[in-house]
């Protein structure tokens, strides 16, 4: 009887990098620790801390009605909603779960989530959310190294340890 099995590993890719490129985590295990709080009713969830490249993905989530932030980026960035919803001020759009964003470098944009409105957005961050004041004059920032070290202090809080983040780490 012939293998059919399909092969573990594809051979373009070298041994040692294929357990860096094909790697699952997403929203499982749903272990409410993985949530690293970053402000009132706020949470991210990292699913990848790209240094080499400077980028970050996670999943943002918040459950208090507000502002959230005000901020542009240097770079483009990506999102997708899971659940709820939520818009930018300066838009008249409303972002739904199923929905996809694309954020041009330099627009600034103020993230608010309505009363009785919660949301779970999949955000892809590259080079920094640079925080702004109304005039647009930045007050702020954060990057992927700063997520490592603001996850890596959870984690070590929660118990979890803090070289729990290194599977993050690309
Ligand atoms: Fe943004």
């Not at 059919?4 to 790697?23: C, G, H, K, N």
């Not at 483009?76 to 470098?105: I, K, M, N, Q």
């Amino acid at each position: 009887m012939p293998d059919t099995a399909p092969p573990r590993y594809s051979p373009l890719v070298p041994p040692d990098m294929q357990d860096e490129i094909f790697w699952a985590d997403g929203r499982a295990p749903e272990d409410e620790r993985l949530w690293v709080p970053v402000g009132p009713g706020r949470w991210s969830r990292p699913l990848c801390f790209n240094v080499s490249q400077g980028y970050w993905v996670h999943l943002t989530k918040v459950t208090e009605a507000g502002v959230v932030s005000r901020h542009r980026h240097p770079a483009p960035v990506h999102g997708f909603v899971l659940e709820g919803r939520w818009r930018y001020l300066e838009r008249d759009w409303v972002a739904t779960a199923g929905s996809y964003l694309y954020e041009p470098p330099g627009d600034v944009h103020t993230l608010v989530v309505d009363p009785g409105d919660s949301m779970v957005t999949l955000f892809h961050n590259t080079g920094a959310l640079l925080y702004c004041d109304e005039d647009g004059q930045v007050t702020g920032t954060t990057d992927v190294f700063d997520r490592i070290a603001v996850a890596r202090r959870h984690f070590e809080e929660v118990g979890l340890g803090a070289d729990y983040v290194k599977r993050f780490i690309r």
